[in-house]
């Protein structure tokens, strides 16, 4: 196109925050248009099941309204392990057009849902090690969750255009702001309220992904529990705010033990990543996601996994008005990560 691809908003539905990220391409960098976050009630999406899309829908509405966006283009992603598989698998050497033509047949074996009741992806990634083989990366996500999440996209007056996987996203994030290396590997792991997304890079390409299903949600629980609050009151304590009765050093040795199920959920993916290749090593972990941001995490879990662990800078590469509140930005980045990842896809990309 003459004037340059057209915009697309990225479209983040989490259960405890929805998030919106417009970038604008100018020849190599890319500038921050719109970015908004807002909080959405618990139980309105659980297990990644939107189970009350009218209120869903209202909350983008507001979201897309309050930012001032009039892009109706948008990037939306799914994950989960029960929606989304992805596999790297061996496959017989042909071309790009063929493997579009068979790909329902030989995906069927490697798919534990339906082959009817998914939509499949692929991308060749190169020759295998094996004669007249190669290396094929394939997603399959139900269609039943795309639909979910596509209506009510298009129900709050906005053109889902193109709908990622999570992990994919924040591949793409990282892409964008850091240099891969040939020799290290690099953890990408996305922690929000319901779900660790995890996605390890070698040499700047996918090797593993997974999704579990828990996430922030367990320290919300955990000092609800102990000392008998409201989920705002407990949220509010994450987030470092007063409560009254509770000391803070209270609600830290609470969340301090909670964030134990947390990091043994992580260091069992990171336990069938190294059983699956050899016992390749993890270099770094790149953290993104709310719980990046709540007190002592970081250190927590590089301590007890015994790997670097760094909060995410998906801003690093991008240019950020003074117009935005730097402040703010710096404090919500890690939130808007899998939203950014998903901005820079255009139409037509692969
Ligand atoms: N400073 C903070 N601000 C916001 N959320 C925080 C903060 N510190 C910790 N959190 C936690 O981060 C989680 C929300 O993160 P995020 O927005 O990434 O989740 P989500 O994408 O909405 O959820 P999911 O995708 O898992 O359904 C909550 O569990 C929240 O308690
Ligand atoms: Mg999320």
Do not use: W
């Not at 255009?161 to 850091?178: C, G, K, Q, R, S």
């Not at 955990?222 to 987030?239: G, H, M, V, Y």
């Amino acid at each position: 196109m003459l004037f340059g691809k057209k915009d697309i908003i990225g479209l983040d539905i989490g259960s405890k925050h929805i998030k919106v990220v417009q970038l604008k391409n100018n020849k190599d960098k890319f500038t921050l248009e719109r970015l908004g976050i807002s909080s959405l009630e618990p139980e309105l999406i659980v297990d990644g099941s939107i189970l009350d899309s009218t209120r869903v829908i209202d909350s983008i509405k507001e979201l897309i309204e309050s930012t001032d966006i009039q892009t109706k283009d948008v990037t939306l992603s799914v994950s989960g392990h029960s929606s989304v598989i992805i596999k790297r698998v061996s496959l017989p050497q042909m071309s790009e057009d063929e493997l579009e033509e068979s790909i329902r047949f030989e995906a069927e074996q490697y798919i534990p849902f339906d082959i009817e009741d998914v939509n499949l992806d692929f991308q060749i990634l190169g020759l295998a090690e094996t004669d007249n083989m190669m290396d094929v990366l394939i997603v399959a996500v139900k269609k039943d969750k795309i639909n979910e999440y596509v209506s009510v996209v298009r129900d709050a007056g906005l053109e889902p255009v193109i709908v990622d996987v999570d992990a994919f996203a924040l591949e793409n994030m990282y892409e964008l702001n850091y240099e891969t290396s040939d020799e290290s590997n690099v953890a990408l792991v996305n922690i929000g309220a319901s779900m660790i997304n995890i996605n390890i890079l070698k040499g700047g390409m996918s090797v593993f992904t997974r999704d579990s299903s828990v996430g922030g949600n367990l320290l919300t629980e955990a000092l609800q529990r102990e000392f008998t609050l409201s989920f705002q009151d407990a949220e509010k304590l994450i987030q470092e705010e007063e409560i009254e009765g509770v000391s803070k050093d209270e609600a830290s040795a609470v969340l301090n033990s909670a964030f134990t199920d947390i990091i043994t959920e992580i260091s069992r993916s990171f336990d069938y990543f190294r059983d699956t290749t050899n016992y390749e090593n993890i270099d770094e972990i790149i953290l993104c996601g709310g719980v990046a941001l709540t007190k002592n995490f970081v250190t927590l879990l590089s301590e007890r996994v015994g790997i670097d662990a760094k909060i995410v800078e998906p801003f690093r590469n991008v240019d950020v008005p003074v117009s935005f509140d730097n402040e703010y930005i710096n404090s919500v980045a890690p939130i808007v990560s899998v939203a950014v990842g998903l901005a820079i896809r255009r139409i037509g990309d692969k």
